[in-house]
Each structure stands twice: as structure tokens, then as C-alpha cells.
């Protein structure tokens, strides 16, 4: 190679440096200025857009309502210590919305106040959903404090947290748990609560308190109170998955899948001496599609200095053997059943009286078939063997 060769090549390999130098600075000064605007867009009040905190929105039930958010057009963060969701439904979201400013996920335990201060301060929320907590009725009464503190206590976090930055509108997650086992059906929201484990006490001690500290502020509070939520979002991006480890504290529907692709044996249904139809527990099957078309009609409703109590079911019942059923229509498998004696906590028959949220919201439920309902929860289980993993 002669000289002149020797000093072409030099400046061709100067050139290419200079070249990658600065497209690799351009691709900083690009992530930096688009962490910039997204860490800004979620900091800033911005005209015309409402920012939402949802809680334990890594969860079956959170993860449904931010979709709908996003969808809608809200501004979302998520905040969820994944002690029970998945990280795989916050990419599913993240991958359907990767504009700045739509969606971010913060990784916190709401149990730790000056975390979720922090978020407070460094976030401008408009209003919360606030999903997160642990919620399984068998597990909260072998387990009563856990349920009291991450239920009650963290909920006082936030509350506590929102008065403290000036954050106005909270739409509360509660359950038909808090009614206990009343005389008369169906349950509206004048029935007195009295609830009968420690999963339902929580959650009516969660709500006594946002009650009364909405008398000293002019906070717009939204409680919903479900009843049994089943399905999954019709196009098949989100499911239910819980934790493996939560099978036997599962629900009935997950129960249900879990044997039809015979990861369990078969169900197990706890007893049949109720006082119902057919000796089995009724519920109040409420899709998931519908109960987040409640949380948005309860956000776009909610008022300063007002509070709103709705039940959100669909006002009929059906009974586990109703249920099993349709399951078994729904997998086309004929899965295997073994009766047992009551489970310590449950009650017998559960159905809501929905009218006042009609009445009030205009919301009603669509989704009331059962079987329609399991078969779109099916197809993502069937798809998602190993939950948010596969
Ligand atoms: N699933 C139902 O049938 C039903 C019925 C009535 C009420 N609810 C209520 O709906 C809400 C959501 O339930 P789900 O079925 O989606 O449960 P889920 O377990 O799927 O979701 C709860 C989420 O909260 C998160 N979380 C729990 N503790 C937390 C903490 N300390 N800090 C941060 N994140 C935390 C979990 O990691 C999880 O992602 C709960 O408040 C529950 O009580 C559910």
C-alpha cells in the first residue's frame, strides 16, 4: 500500500468516526429530548387533557381500565409494586400507546408513603383509580392484618397523598364483600354493610374513611362497588393471570380455565347445602369490558364536594353449577368436579340491584352472558398458557 493509499483509507476511517459521533449524539439528544417532553407531559397540567393514576394498574382488573384510558385518550401512569400483576400487560399497553406522554410505569409500593408522596409531587394527576390491593376473600382470613394494611392503611396513603397535592376526583374500587351476607336481595346501596371477613371489612373501613374525609374537602369521590368480575378485553390483548402460586386462593373463572387445559385436576366446588337453586353459591357475574365502562362514565360524572355509591353488576345471579356450565360450553371441555364443605367467609347468594347507576350514570351492563363472557376470556387463556409470559 503507497502513501497516498495509506492517507485515503486514514481520512475514509476519520470521516466514519466523525459520521458515527454524531449519530450517536443525535440519538442521545433525540431519547433525551423525548424523556424530556414525557417526563414534562407527566409533570404539567395540560388543557384538555385529563391525567389519571391508576393503581394497581398491572392487574387483572387496572391493566382493562388503562387500556380503556389510553383508548379514550386519557394521559395514564401506572403505579404498581407487581406484587400480584404482570410487567408483560404494562408492555402490551406500552407497545399499543409508545407516544410520548400517554402511558408511564412506576414501579412502587403504595405501602411506603414517602414514595408515593414523591409520585404526587412529581406527577400532576387529575384524578386516581385506585385498583391496587390484594383480594381474596380465603386469603384475608387466614392472612386478616396483611389484608388491613395493604388495603385500608395504603388506601389512607393515597388519600392522604391526594390532599396533600391538590388532587380532587377519586374513583374507588370496592366490592359486593362489603354487604356480607344481607337478609334481602338484591343488594342496592342502601343495604347495610356488614361485612363477614376480613377482606370486606377492609374495604368498608377504606371507604368509611374516604367518606369521611370527603365531608372536610371538595373532593369528588366515585366508590364502585363490584360485584364477581369475569372476561376479558374482546380483542384478546389483555387477560386474567394471576400468580401460579394464588390458584387455590384463585376465582371461579380462572379455576375453570386452569382445569379445561388441565393444569389443575378439576374444580373444586365448596359447598353445595347453601341456600340457593341448587344448593351451590349465586353470584353476580359482571364482564370486565363493562365494569371499566362504569370507571369512565363514574370519572366523567364525579363532582366536586359530591360522593357517588353504584353497585356495578348486572342485577342477575347464577349459581357455581350455572357457572361451571357455561364453562364447560364456553372450553368445550368436560372438566371433572369434585363437591367439598363450605369455605370459611363465603356467602351464600350475591346479586346486585343496578338501577341507581343506570338511574344516575346512564351505565348498564352489555356483556350478561355468562358464556359469551368465559368463551373471550378462553381464547386469551388458550393463547397465553403461561399468562403474560408466553
Ligand atoms: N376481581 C374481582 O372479582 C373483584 C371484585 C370486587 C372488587 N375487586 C377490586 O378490584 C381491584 C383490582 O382487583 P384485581 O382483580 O384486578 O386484582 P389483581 O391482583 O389482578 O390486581 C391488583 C394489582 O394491585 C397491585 N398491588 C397490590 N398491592 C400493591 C401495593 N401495595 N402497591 C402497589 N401495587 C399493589 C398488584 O401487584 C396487582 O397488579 C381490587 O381493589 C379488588 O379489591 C375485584
Redesign the pocket.
Known sequence: MDFMETKRRTNLTRQLLVVAGVTALLILIINWSNSTTTSLKFSQHEPGVTHVLV????????SHAALRLLKDSYRVTI????????LGAVKVLQSLYPEPGRLQFIY????DASVVDKIFKENAFDAVM??????YVGESTAEPLRYYH??TS?TLVVVKAMAAHGVKTLIY?????TYGEPEKMPITEVTPQVPINP?GKA?KMAEDMILDYSKTSDMAVMILR????IGSDPEGRLG?A?RPELREQG?ISGACFDAARGIIPGLKIRGTDYNTVDGTCVRDYIDVTDLIDAHVKALAHAKPNKVGIYNVGTGKGSSVNEFVAACKRATGVNIKVEYLSRRPGDYAEVYSDPSKILNELGWKAKYTNLEESLATAWRWQKEHRNGYNS
Open positions: 393503581t394497581g394498574g398491572a392487574g387483572y382488573i387496572g403505579v404498581d409494586n407487581l406484587s400480584r400483576g404482570n412502587a409500593d403504595l405501602g385506585h385498583f391496587a390491593a390484594v383480594a395493604n388495603i395504603n374500587s370496592s366490592t359486593c364483600a377482606y374495604k363490584y360485584f364477581n368480575v386474567e394471576p376465582r
